[in-house]
């Protein structure tokens, strides 16, 4: 079970670590290579992102990184090879991130039975509302398929409670209102939000959206069982390759 995998990581580590990337991008020899150097600094999930055309949850870089991805000609096919390569080569565990329209032509019990043969254990899906994600669930839950639900700062407390009270594996906070890639200023409020969720879900909790920093990480240590690096890594590697990478998981440490 993942949720139980998160707990026992954070038990080890104090805080478990998410990272990203676009599958395609910059290429999928880029992408192993990154992959790589997840796995030495002892990276604990990684979301692969199927690429789509409308990312909304996605800020300028993954903007650019899922079009590029497409215009490359980036097919499902090629991001399951990769999910599978890399579910039998590396120790953390992968959860597939995209987007519902990927889902639905796919078809969902096929896709979710696909993803379950290449290894993921789980998928996020930020644009499935909770009130049309029910046969969704009921698949997942048919092939043991964490379905992560997302939770964001204008929810009310209802809302939240709502939401995490399905939830499996663990719940994704979103630590500010805006999409993924601008750095995030935590605040009393961001304090009292995530205490809100902690309290209410069943299920560990993850929080990213501009977590790029060792002083982040000191931060939700305590507060979040998961943090969530996506645009910093992506940043890294466009600008120095896969040392790039390297050098800014040894910056966290």
Known sequence: ???????????????????????????????????????????????????????????????????????????????????????????????????????????????????????AV????????????????????TYKMAFIPLVAPTNTEERIKEVVEGARGFVYAVARVGVTGTKTKFTPESEAYLKFIKETSAVPLAVGFGISEKSDLEYLKGKADIAVIGTAVLKAYINNGREGVKTFFQSLK
């Open 122 to 141: 789980g998928l996020i899906v930020p644009d499935l509302p909770l009130e049309e994600a029910t046969p969704l669930l009921a698949i997942c839950d």
């Open 1 to 119: 079970m993942l949720d139980r995998y998160i707990c026992e990581k954070v038990e080890e580590k104090g805080l478990a670590i998410m990272a990203h990337i676009v599958c395609g991008y910059p290429s999928f020899e880029a992408n192993w290579q990154i992959l790589e150097e997840m796995e030495a600094a002892g990276v604990d999930v990684v979301e692969m992102q199927f690429p789509f055309s409308e990312p909304i949850a996605d800020g300028p870089l993954f903007l650019v990184a899922n079009q590029d991805s497409i215009d490359q000609g980036t097919k499902v096919k090629e991001c399951l090879e990769l999910m599978k390569r890399a579910s039998e080569k590396f120790s953390f565990k992968i959860l597939m991130m995209g987007y519902y329209n990927t889902v639905f032509m796919y078809g969902e019990e096929l896709f979710i039975k696909k993803l379950q043969d290449c290894g």
